[in-house]
C-alpha cells in the first residue's frame, strides 16, 4: 500500500501562485510514476502532471509553462508549483501514484482561483 497525503490547496486571485504538496509513505518501493489529477465540478478528472522514475515530466497542454512538477526523493514528496493560476484552473486537485500498475491516491485538495 501507498498512503499520499495532499497540503497546499487554498483560494487565491487569478494570476497568484500556489504550491501543491504530496507526501507519500509505505511500500514506496517500486513506485513507477508520480502525479497530480484535477477534478472540476461536473467533469472528469484529468490529469495535470506527471514525472516516472526516471524524471520524464508530463503536463496537459493547459498548465504547460505555468504549473511545474518536481519531486524530493530525500523528503519523499512530490511539489506542484502552480504560477499565473486562471479561475478555470478551479478544481480538487490528487495526488497520484503508480506502483505496480496499481493507482493510488490522496484525499484530494481544493483549489480556488477567484477575485
Known amino acids: 500500500q501507498v498512503q499520499l497525503v495532499e497540503s497546499g490547496g487554498g483560494l487565491v486571485q487569478p494570476g497568484g501562485s500556489l504550491t501543491l504538496s504530496c507526501a507519500y509513505s509505505g511500500s514506496i518501493f517500486k513506485i513507477y510514476a508520480m502525479g497530480w489529477y484535477r477534478q472540476a465540478p461536473g467533469k472528469q478528472r484529468d490529469l495535470v502532471a506527471a514525472i516516472t522514475n526516471g524524471g520524464s515530466t508530463n503536463y496537459a497542454d493547459s498548465v504547460k509553462g505555468r504549473f511545474t512538477l518536481s519531486r524530493d526523493n530525500a523528503k519523499n514528496t512530490v511539489y506542484l508549483q502552480m504560477n499565473s493560476l486562471k479561475p478555470e484552473d478551479t478544481a480538487v486537485y490528487y495526488c497520484?501514484?503508480?506502483?505496480?500498475?496499481?493507482?493510488?491516491w490522496g484525499q484530494g485538495t481544493q483549489v480556488t482561483v477567484s477575485s
Open positions: 497520484n501514484a503508480v506502483r505496480s500498475l496499481n493507482p493510488y
